[in-house]
Structures are given as structure tokens and as C-alpha cells.
């Protein structure tokens, strides 16, 4: 999650119950105000959640994570269950009344559009702000990180249902009236634990407010929730099921504290690095083209308001980073000088992480004021990086068509390797003949078709690699296109997009130099199906 404002990566853990011989415990079929079964599993799984809820945030808790819970697609850090409408009133009912008569239908959901028919809508529809959501026969525990495993919140998930299920049949075994003893532990649960039912909004300021009022947990962070590991109800519920030692217990919470402490310091000194070694002096290098331009417009008798006013801005931008480089500098070897723990790694956390907040506004402040070319090797990154490694590997591409051609041809030909790496039409778009040649062999729509173009475009020119953007074309996507005798790599674009350039030079760079694609690009043998 390195962009602040975008969305990092998580997984859903979909989790449910089956018996030894395959019945879903969490197949509430038509009627679930009428299903004994599913509404004792659901009371007992409320139960264990809230009940433990601290333990089950712990468990998808990282570093990653601080930064993802609470917005852009991900469910928020304060552990609730969403039912959906009717379950939640199957819920209310036999709170209320102690029985549930009535069953809320899914209704209709209206698309607007006179060509598209309604729909109906699934009473369990599903919400996306929630950690911890019913869908349809299962439930989905939402804040998993991307990187970790599924083991530490299914262990955790498991445990904490099998003690509620436990003291749930502790019960009912020795009750006289199994019935009526359902009945009982049902509304007792269900009344005693609803306050972790939210089918509202995750990411409203509204819902911390009303989960404190609950008596919800909110734990904002890692380093919050290790603390879970080790109280009473945590060492009694995983020593009860032979799962971890109180001994184990503490271990892994030393490991975390040491985890998120050595996480952070390299974060901070790579930040401090970038900022020192490579934003700086790129911000540095165009202060003085705007000094200089400002120079050369006073000996002209111009007017200098502007260049004067941005050169203003940005020295004082750049100023403000790099107190901000030194204070974070500072302050973290104060925590690296620290005794391996709690202490330290809450010191990573509440000084050196805001150190790391303050680096980091300058620096996305002077984002905004200069263009991504200052931030490039001489203006150029990427197009030049690639026409090297083409240079190096004597690894020469052609454009396939014109409006590729043209795409290439004005960067490429401002390098000094552009004219040994590229074709520039001379051999192969730029002749009629030729031209024609690629043409026919085109063959409908597709990367198939393009592929074949692409092969013959490297007969006719001797090239090694053969780009093609090819836009959309009715239902069929934009796409990038790098074609070598024994491989295509398609890349799927948007619309129109500006990228397209950089996505053909970055395959021609890794088709040369023997890497792999980046993910997400498709490929498939040139003359064969794809």
C-alpha cells in the first residue's frame, strides 16, 4: 500500500461448516427463521465474535494493513458481522419476542434502463464496508492482508467458535427440555451479543462513534493488537484446545513487536534515502532552471512574477523536506538504539511513523508542482532505460503499423540509441510494399490477428521484437502487443490510454534482456490460438 488514496491489496477469507458428512452449517435454506440449526450456529458464532473480537482484528493485523483498513475497499479496523436485512430482523425478532414468525423478502432491485429487466435482490446482499459479512451460506472475513497467510485468522476463526460451541453443548446435554433449551440459549446469545450486528456504513465517522457506545473494540493498528495474544481469555482459549502454550503465546508476541519494529526502520531509512538521494536533488536541478530562467528574463526586461513566484514555492517545499529527512533521521535512531520489544516497536510507531507522515507532505506537495519528467533519468525513465538495455542486448524493434510507428518514433528518435534500436519505419510500415504485406495478414480482430501481423513485420524488417498498440474495437479492448518469433505478450489497456508507449518499450526492454513480464500480461505462442 504505497500510494496514499489508492487501494493496497487484501484478500477475503471465506470461511464455513460442514459436518463429516458434508451439510452445511451455514445453509440457512428458504426458510431461516424456521432453521433450529443454522440460528444455534449463527447465536454461537455471534457469540464467539464478539466475544473475542480483539483476537480475530489481531489476526489479519500487519504493517500493510494500518494503512489499508477503514477506506478505499477495505472493511474498517473495528470487527463487526453484517446479516443482511433479513437476517438481521430474523435476529431482532428473537431478540424482541423470542421467536421469529416472519421472514423480510429479498425485493426488487430496479436497473433504471427500459432494455434491462429488474432483478431480484438477494435479502443477504452483500456490504463491502464490513470485516466480517454473511453471504448466502458462508461468511467472509474481509481484513486479511494480501501477503499473509490464511493459517493465523482461520486458526483464530476455528478457536474461538469451537469455545462457543462448547459451552453451547455444555448446556444443552444435560438440559431436560432440549428444546425449550435451544430455544433458551438461542435468544440469550443472540440478545446478549447483537451489538455486533452493523449492516450500516464501516466507513462512517458515524459508526466509530456508535461502536464505542457498543463497547466495540477499535484498535487501530499492529503494534495495538498484539497486546490480544497475551491477556486471560486468549492464553485460556488456545491452552483449552491445545493450539498454543502461554509460552507460545508471548514468543509470538515478541516476534511482532520485533516484525513490525524491523518493517518500519527499513521503510524509514528507504524514505530517507529517496528523499536525500534522489527527490531532492531532482527538485534541486530544476530550482536552477527556474533561477536561471528567471535570470534570462530580467536581462530581457520581461516580467518574472511567475517564474520568481513557482521558484518561490518549491524552495520552500524543499526546505520543509529536508528538515523533515533530518527529524525522521533522528528520530529513528532513537528507536533502532532501543531495546528489541513493545517499547521500541510502539516507538516506531507513534514517533517515527509520524516522522515519516511529515517527510512524506513535502514530497507529495512538490509532486504537484513539478512535472513527472523531473522525477525521470534525464526527463526520460523508462524510454530511455529500455532503448539501453535494446542498445546493450543489440535488440532491434519494429512498429507494426503507422499509428504505432508514430507512437515510438518521437521519443525513441530523441535518444542516442533510438536510431540502433528502432526501426523507424524505414523497413517495414514506411514502404508500401512492405506495409502491404503486414496488412494482409491480418485476419479478423484480436491479439491473434495482430500477432500475425507482427510476425511478418519482423520477416520483412529483421527485427527482433515486433509492438503494436492496437485500440479498441467494439467489444474487443485496447491492448499493447510485443511479438518475438517464439512469444506474444498482450498487456490490456484502457481506452485511450497515455501509457501505452511505456507498456510496448517496458516488454521490448524485458524481451531483451531475458526477463519475465510484469503480472497481468497474457502470452501465447505467435500462429496459434491465444
Known sequence: KPFAGVNGSGKHNNWSITTDNGV??????????????????????????????????????????DHRLGGYEAPPAIISIFLGEQLEDVVAQLVETGKADNLKEGGVLRTG???????????????????????????????????????SPNTTLNAIVAEAFCEAADRLEGAEDFDMAVHDLIKEYMTEHQRIIFNGNGYAREWEEEAARRGLPNIPSMVAAVDT???????????????????????????????????????????????????????????????????????AGGDTYVPTRMLQQITQKLTEMEKASEALLEVEKKA?????????????????MVAMNALRKPADELEKLLSAACFGRDGLGLPQAAA????????????????????????????????????FGIHSWGDAKKAARIAARAKGTGAESAARMGLEALRVSGADCALMAVPEQGENPAFALAVTPKIAWVRLLAKDDPAARNWLLDMARRLAAGL????????????KTA
Open 24 to 65: 452445511n452449517l451455514l445453509e440457512p435454506g428458504q426458510t431461516p427463521n424456521e432453521n433450529i440449526q443454522f440460528l444455534l450456529v449463527l447465536a454461537c458464532i455471534m457469540k464467539a465474535v464478539d466475544t473475542h473480537a480483539d483476537l480475530l482484528r489481531q489476526s489479519a493485523s500487519n504493517v500493510g494493513n
Open 113 to 151: 434502463v427500459s432494455t434491462l429487466p429488474d432483478f431480484v435482490k438477494d435479502a443477504t446482499d452483500r456490504n463491502r464496508t464490513s470485516p466480517f459479512a454473511f453471504t448466502g451460506n458462508k461468511f467472509e472475513f474481509r481484513m486479511v492482508g494480501s501477503e499473509d497467510s490464511i493459517g
Open 229 to 299: 495474544l497475551t491477556t486471560p481469555k486468549a492464553i485460556h482459549l488456545f491452552e483449552k484446545f491445545g493450539i498454543f502454550t502461554e509460552a507460545e503465546l508471548r514468543s509470538r508476541a515478541e516476534v511482532l513487536y520485533e516484525t513490525y519494529a524491523k518493517t518500519i526502520n527499513i521503510e524509514a531509512l528507504t524514505m530517507v534515502d529517496m528523499a536525500n538521494k534522489q527527490i531532492i536533488p531532482a527538485v534541486m536541478k530544476y530550482s536552477k532552471s527556474l533561477a536561471d530562467a528567471v535570470i534570462a528574463i530580467t536581462e
Open 336 to 352: 533502532s538504539a532501543m531495546e528489541r520489544g513493545k517499547e521500541q516497536a510502539f516507538c516506531y510507531h507513534d514517533e517515527v
Open 388 to 423: 539501453q538495455t535494446m542498445a546493450r542486448k543489440e535488440f532491434l524493434v519494429v512498429a507494426v503499423d503507422e499509428a504505432t510507428g508514430k507512437l515510438l518514433g518521437p521519443v525513441l528518435a530523441s535518444l542516442p540509441e533510438g536510431k540502433a534500436v528502432y526501426d
Open 516 to 527: 519475465p513480464p510484469l503480472p497481468g500480461t497474457l502470452h501465447f505462442t505467435p500462429g
